[in-house]
C-alpha cells in the first residue's frame, strides 16, 4: 500500500471584524443610554414638579396675654415675687460683676482740662488694665449648686414701687407673615421681602423687666448696694498710680436700672441686672517724668453691671440632639432618646412610656415602636429636695405620608362643565390616605370633598389637594372659558 501524500491545507484567514458595525453597535449603546437617562431626568423632574411640598396651614395668631403686668407696682412686684421664688426653689446661680472699661462709651467719656488734655487722655487710655484690675477687686463672681441657700448672694429688692422714675415691660414683637422677619414695631413694607402691611404681632415666652431710678436719687442706695466716695478714690489712685496721684473726687449715680427677663408661664426668673452709670471726676497730679504738667481734673463715666442668671432644675427630652415634643415612628422601627438634664451630678432618671405597647422604653432612653399605629407618651423625671421633675414626649406610630400627587396637572373647562380629579398618596401603605381638595378661587370654580371640580365663571383657578398627615399639596392649573353654544341673552 502505496502512502499517498496529503496535500497541503491553506490556512484558514481569520475574518477581520466589521469595523463600521461595530462602531454603529457603540453609537446605538450610548445613544441608548443616554435616551434612559435624559427619560429618567425628565420622569424625575416631572415627579418632582408634582410633589410640591408641604403646605401646613399658617399658625394661629397669638392669643393677647391676659392682665400682664403693666404698671409701676405691678411690674415692681412682678420682678421681687420671681426673686422670692428663686429664693425658695434655689436654682443654680452664677453671678459676676462687669464694666465698659473697653467699650468705646467709655473712651469717648474721658475728658481732662487743660492745655495736654489729649495727651493724658491718652496716657490714662494705657492704663486700663490696671484700672480694670483695681475695680474688680472684691466685686461679684459667685456660682451656686442646685440647692445651694441664695440669700448670701442674690440681691434683694427693698422699697417701694414709688421710688421708681419709671417701669417698662416688653414681650411682644412683629412678624412678617410671608418671609418670617421680625421687628420690634411694625412696618408698611418689610425690609426683608417688600411685602406691605405683611407683619402681625407675636408675643414672646419671657417678660423682660426694666424698673428705672431718677438720678441721684435716695431710692438708689436701698436698691443697689454702693462703694464709699473713700473706697472709690482708694481704687482709682491705685489703678492709676502708675502715672499720677488722686487729690479728690466726687461721684454720680445715673441711669440706674433693673433689668429682669423672667417666665411668662412659669414665672421664673432667667436673667436679673443691676445696671448703673457712674461718673467720676477727680483732681490728679501726675508723677515723674510728667510732674510738670501739674494738677488737672478729669471725668470719665464707667459703667457697672451686676448680672445674676439661673439655671432651674428640670430635663429636655431630645431627639437627634434638640429638645423635642413629638416624634415619628414607623411600626416596629428602633430608635433612641437622648436626655438634657439640669441637676446635680449622678441625678437617678426614670423613663417611662404610658402605653408600652405602642412604643416601650428601656432604662436607658432606647424605644421601640410595636406593630400597631398609635400614640404614647414617653416621660423622663427625676427627684430632687423632695419634688419630682418631668419631661415629655409624644411619639407617634405610624407610615408617615412622602408626598401626593393628582391624576392630571392642567385642565381645560367651560363654564357650567364638571371634572373629577384623583389624588395618589405616596407611599401607598401609608398610615393615613385620605386628603382635603380647595380652590384658590371658589367664584371661578369650586370643588367638593371628593375633588369634583364645578367650572363657574371664565378664568384661571388653582384647584389643589393637602394630605392628612403632614400637608403635602399638589395643584392641577385649570383653564375655564365661556361656553359659545348658550349664546347670548
Known sequence: MTDRPIAATAPIAEKEPNKKAYKWLIRGTVGLLTLFFVAGIVWGANDILLHEGKYPPEAAPDETITNPPATKAELYDYVRDAIALALSEKPKLNAETTFNLHD???????????ENADWLTNIMKHTIPQFEDQLKKGEMN????????????????????????????????????????????????CPNCGSENAYVEKFRDEYNIVLSFADGSDALFAHFPMRSNE??????????????KINAITVQYTNARIVANINRTTKKINSLQ?????????????????????????????????????????????????????????????????LKIYAPEGTKITWASDRPEIVAIDADGYINAGAENGEAVISASFDFDGKTYTDTIQISVKTPTEGVKIDRRKLSMKTGETAQLKAEVSPSDATYQDVTWHSENPMIAEVDANGLVTAK????????????????RATCTITIEGDDSRGAN
Open 457 to 472: 365663571n371664565r378664568g384661571v383657578v388653582a384647584i389643589y389637594c393637602l394630605t392628612e398627615d403632614d400637608y403635602w
Open 231 to 244: 473706697e472709690r478714690l482708694a481704687m482709682l489712685g491705685d489703678g492709676l498710680a502708675s502715672f499720677a
Open 274 to 338: 443691676f445696671i448703673k452709670d457712674i461718673r467720676i471726676t477727680a483732681g490728679i497730679q501726675p508723677i515723674a517724668p510728667l510732674d510738670y504738667v501739674g494738677i488737672a481734673d478729669v471725668s470719665f463715666t464707667i459703667q457697672e453691671c451686676n448680672t445674676f442668671n439661673f439655671t432651674w432644675l428640670h430635663a429636655d427630652i431630645c431627639s437627634d440632639g434638640n429638645p423635642a415634643e413629638s416624634k415619628i415612628l414607623s411600626p416596629k422601627q428602633a430608635s433612641y432618646l437622648s
Open 104 to 114: 468705646e462709651a467709655f473712651m469717648d467719656s474721658i475728658a481732662f482740662t487743660g
Open 142 to 189: 459667685v456660682e451656686t449648686e442646685y440647692g445651694d441657700v441664695l440669700d448670701a448672694f442674690l440681691w434683694h429688692i427693698q422699697g417701694d414701687p414709688n421710688d421708681l422714675s419709671d417701669a417698662a415691660n416688653v414681650f411682644n414683637y412683629f412678624r412678617c407673615s410671608v418671609c418670617g422677619n421680625t421687628e420690634d414695631a411694625p412696618q408698611e413694607i
